[in-house]
């Protein structure tokens, strides 16, 4: 045991040297959790008075205040009712989101799960006391304690909603209709140059989604905790995509743009993208492809040394209020993290539409986890490849 504890730490210590962060503190964790021991960093035990003001990361579409769309609006409620004035820098990253954060001047973020583990052992983000935030006892139990929001039982923030990342087409020109992600990875598709990926190298695991169904002789568990041999399949079948790619995206408006001009029509995409699109009158359609897909549970969080963390606690209580969390998903297009929320939707149907509340469905979603040394689905006989592996590999793929 002291061995493996010993693995446990020195991996921690590399994943907040990757980041810049503090040192965590040495000790084993309780198994099946994250596999490190974040900066012993304490929760409030009672608010105070909101500060005025609260600076965000966030990502496109979660703090709307009518000034896209004027019908589209949580914000100014908010204002009004804490009196906390919301400034906003909307990333279009998981790598924005860290950078941001590590310079001090926000409060609370957004944060995706391929973020959220390097947040905390850089001991950026702090856990979060959910006793402070009433509305958290609603939020749905197959969003609560993961291994991408909390460490070793201690929550460090709140899911905000959760969703797929899907294979979208346009319906003009891929036919068949697609079902599988083969259509993106085959060497000799049809659609050569106008194949779209996700830019970021947490893009790795949705090979490795299709790596698990293709090639199950591999005997990948999770997508987030690859060995040698398993990473370098991964790296092999995105260099040999990288062929018939006319894009990588990561500004989701640039890839709506994409597929309303025929310059892509067929790629990974987000369900908000599916919606604006169409709304654009785009002609396209998207699917949770058969090898199931990656994808999200965002989480906000609160940083280690905010400026106004009385305002940053009610926003968190606020985003995940049933009234806000409904417009945020419908808007988004996701399912909320509030069981309430589907009850305050404009839609009576968008939570059986984005299958709130079934889990067989997100049995199928392998959830963003920032990848480490020590292998995430259990294995102690390997070291896995950590992100710091898959941000090089990512490069060289790109070339």
């Known amino acids: 045991m002291r061995r493996i504890g010993s693995a446990l730490a020195a991996a921690a210590l590399a994943l907040a040297a990757a980041c810049g962060g503090t040192t ?9 959790q994250s596999g490190f021991v974040p900066p012993r960093l304490s929760a409030p035990q009672a608010l105070g008075t909101g500060e005025g003001r609260v600076d965000l990361v966030a990502w496109a579409g979660y703090v709307e205040d009518g000034s896209n769309d004027p019908k589209v609006d949580w914000v ?10 919301v ?3 909307v990333a279009g990253t998981s790598d924005e989101m860290v950078a941001l954060m590590r310079t001090g001047q926000y409060d609370a973020v957004s944060a995706s799960g391929d973020a959220s583990l390097r947040l905390i052992a850089a001991g950026t983000v702090a856990p979060v006391n959910t006793s402070l935030i009433p509305n958290y006892t609603d ?17 460090y923030g709140v899911p905000h909603g959760r969703g797929a990342n899907l294979l979208m087409w346009r319906t003009d020109t891929v036919r068949p209709a697609p079902d599988s992600w083969s259509v993106v990875f085959d060497p000799d598709s049809p659609y050569k140059g106008k194949v779209t990926a996700y830019d970021s190298p947490i893009y ?11 090639r199950p002789d591999l005997g990948i568990k999770s997508p987030y905790a ?19 790619v006319g894009e990588y995206w990561s500004d989701y408006t640039k890839e709506i743009q994409a597929f309303k001009s025929g310059d892509s029509v067929v790629g990974t995409t987000w369900q908000v993208i599916v919606n604006v699109a169409k709304g654009e009158q785009a002609p396209v359609e998207a699917v949770l492809p058969k090898e199931g897909a990656t994808g999200w549970s965002d989480t906000w969080m609160v940083a280690a040394r905010a400026a106004h963390p009385n305002c940053a606690y009610r926003w968190l209580d606020w985003i995940i209020s049933p009234t806000a969390n409904a417009q945020v998903a419908e808007y988004f297009g996701e399912a909320p993290s509030n069981a309430k929320a589907c009850a305050e939707t404009a839609d009576p149907q968008h939570c059986v539409t984005f299958h709130a509340t079934d889990e067989a469905y997100f049995s199928k979603v392998h959830y963003w986890t920032t990848p480490i040394a020590q292998c995430l689905d259990g294995r102690t006989n390997v070291t896995c490849k950590d992100y710091a592996a898959w941000t090089r590999a990512w490069t060289e793929i790109k070339g």
């Open 139 to 155: 939020v749905f139990d197959g969003l609560k304690s993961k291994p991408w929001n909390s460490v070793n039982g201690v929550p």
């Open 204 to 214: 790795l695991a949705d090979a490795a989604v299709y790596l698990m169904s293709t």
């Open 87 to 89: 400034n906003v820098k």
């Open 226 to 244: 690859l060995d040698d041999r398993q990473f370098q399949a991964a790296v092999d079948l995105l260099k040999q995509q990288k062929q018939i």
């Open 76 to 85: 100014t409620p908010f204002e009004q009712e804490t009196g906390c004035q």
């Open 24 to 32: 965590p503190t040495t000790g084993a964790p309780a198994p099946g």
